[in-house]
């Protein structure tokens, strides 16, 4: 069973872009979430999706948004980047609300 | 609001011996989850553990245990005969019955000497 996928790997912005990250859960999980990590922050949380409805939303600016597909593949928006956007963005997904989360290797965004 | 805390930035063992990992958290509520990541270089979050509060009995996985106290909101992590493999970040993260996020401590590096 192939495992959660977030592409890119890797992503080079400059400020005031916007980036779009994408994530591919585990077949028939229907939750999905995204983090933030940063050395200075650590690991924040940003939204989390269940089929199609974003249910909870962490502290963020609204320049963060996101979204869920009806296959539960998810999106995740960032735009007018800035310099503190720069970060290790998290995806994971769960079977049901209180199941163990599986997480993705990653995005790593820079923003120069 | 919860918080979690891990006052060891950095630990280290040497390979085959035990190393204890802690976390202290802070909730007003009564039924919630625990859990410890690994975060090895790879960057890919690994489930080592995970406890629910209304169990008194402590989890077990395999080399890796947990000492959760409830009154004393302590969550520390055993990992029994240490291996180079299991060197990595590790997070200890709360999360309430029914509510949709993790809260997470800032992490300690655990090192393993060969």
């Known amino acids: 069973k192939a495992g959660v996928t977030q592409t890119p790997r890797y992503l080079i912005k400059t400020r005031g872009q916007q980036v779009t990250l994408s994530c591919s859960p585990i077949s028939g999980h229907r939750s999905v979430s995204w983090y933030q990590q940063t050395p200075g922050q650590g690991l924040q949380f940003l939204f989390e999706?269940?089929?199609?409805?974003?249910?909870n939303k962490g502290n963020f600016p609204g320049r963060f948004s996101g979204r869920q597909f009806s296959n539960s593949r998810s999106e995740m928006n960032v735009s007018t980047l800035e310099l503190g956007d720069s970060a290790l963005y998290l995806c994971?997904?769960?079977?049901?609300?209180?199941?163990?989360?599986?997480f993705g290797s990653g995005t790593q965004l820079s923003v120069l | 609001a919860q918080t979690v805390t891990q006052s060891q930035p950095e630990m280290s063992v040497q390979e085959a011996e035990t190393v204890t990992l802690s976390c202290t958290y802070d909730t007003s509520e009564s039924d919630y989850y625990l859990f410890w990541y690994k975060q090895p270089p790879s960057r890919q979050m690994i489930l080592v553990i995970r406890q629910e509060a209304y169990k008194q009995q402590n989890a077990t996985e395999n080399r890796f245990s947990v000492n959760f106290q409830k009154a004393a909101k302590s969550f520390s992590l055993k990992i029994s005969d240490s291996q180079l493999g299991d060197a990595a970040m590790y997070f200890c993260?709360?999360?309430?019955?029914?509510?949709?996020?993790?809260?997470w401590g800032a992490g300690t590096k655990l090192i393993i000497k060969p």
């Open positions: 999706y269940f089929s199609e409805t974003q249910r």
């Open positions: 994971a997904s769960s079977l049901l609300t209180d199941e163990k989360l599986f």
């Open positions: 993260a709360y999360r309430s019955k029914g509510n949709y996020q993790l809260i």
